[in-house]
């Protein structure tokens, strides 16, 4: 069973800054690619952020709503996910969730473990 830990969440006003962490087991990082989704109230959950190869070593995906404002990075020494989020909007306001996934696409099908996701709240 991989269990995922995320942490990082709360509340800020726009334009600001929020970094979430998600802490997995050894196994997770060697298994499967890691990615950040993320479900606003009345919408499905959608890719954020995500990598395609086990590892994180190679240029990740964004979704274009928040390509040059996020940043993914994945520190496997610490078996550990990070979501830079710069220039919040309150369109970001969403229960943002970690993932193991297939590595390919970053889609829902593709997932195989959920975190119990951490809120993020950006008030205007």
């Known amino acids: 069973q991989v269990r995922l830990s995320e942490s990082g969440g709360g509340s800020v006003q726009a334009g600001g800054s929020l970094r979430l962490s998600c802490t997995a087991s050894?196994?997770?990082?060697?298994?499967?690619?890691m990615a950040w989704f993320r479900q606003a109230p009345g919408k499905e959950r959608e890719g954020v952020a995500g990598?395609?190869?086990?590892?994180?070593?190679?240029?990740?995906y964004y979704a274009d709503s928040v390509k040059g404002r996020f940043t993914i990075s994945q520190d496997n020494a610490v078996n550990t996910v990070y979501l830079q989020m710069n220039n919040l909007k309150p369109e970001d306001t969403a229960m943002y969730y970690c993932a193991a996934l297939f590595c390919g696409s970053v889609t829902n099908r593709n997932v195989q473990f959920w975190g119990q996701g951490t809120q993020v709240t950006v008030s205007s």
């Open positions: 990598f395609s190869f086990i590892g994180g070593g190679d240029v990740p």
């Open positions: 050894k196994f997770a990082f060697s298994t499967y690619c």
